[in-house]
Structures are given as structure tokens and as C-alpha cells.
């Protein structure tokens, strides 16, 4: 019933930018917090920034300074815009949308299937 849809990833060397991207589609009544996770070879699932319905952001200590969160509610779309890029940025992003769809009455959490980004040193 809804959809999410990443792209964005690839291969960059370090300092370089990427801007990633994770639209929505669907039956989609309201979209809540977003947020993008991330998954390096060996390692667990990190959080890495989120985004309120009022735009209220958070990111972990490792990417503040450089990534910036943003959304728009009207493509029902947020992006991860990643400056300074270094190795261990190197990971599977993956987004995560809190959808109140048009058939529920209880906010779901939805993923996006995941964007390679490599940075090489």
C-alpha cells in the first residue's frame, strides 16, 4: 500500500558530497518523523538523522556539522544531503518514514530497500 523509493547512492571519493532521496507513494493519509539509518559491513544498524512533521532534526554526533536532513511534505520525500564524506561513511543507507495510511488508524513505520554509498579513501 505505500512505497518508498531511495536513490542517490554511489561511489565518491572522501571530502566529495552525495545527496540521497526517499519518496513516498501510496495510500498515504499523513507522514510523520522521517529518518535515514544506516548499515556498514560488520556492524549494527546506526541512526543517523531524523526529521519531524515540524522539521525538527536530530543526527548522530559522527555526521553533525555535516549531513543535513530535509523534507518535502508536498513530494512526500526526504533527502539526506552528505557533505565531507569520509570511509567510514561507507554503508547500505536505508529511510524510514512513520506512514498513517488511508486504511489504518495507527502510524506504521515503512523502509526504503536500501542505497549503497562508498567512499574511497
Known sequence: QVQL?????????????????????GSIFSLNTMGWFRRAPGKQRELVATITSRSSTTYVDSVKGRFNISRDNAQNTVYLQMNSLKPEDTAVYYCRFQVLSTTTVTFKDYWGQGT???VSS
Not at 523509493?5 to 507513494?25: D, N, P, Y
Request: proline residues 0%; charged residues 10%; contains cysteine.
Open 116 to 118: 549503497q554509498v562508498t
Open 5 to 25: 523509493v531511495e536513490s542517490g547512492g554511489g561511489l565518491v571519493q572522501a571530502g566529495g558530497s552525495l545527496r540521497l532521496s526517499c519518496a513516498a507513494s
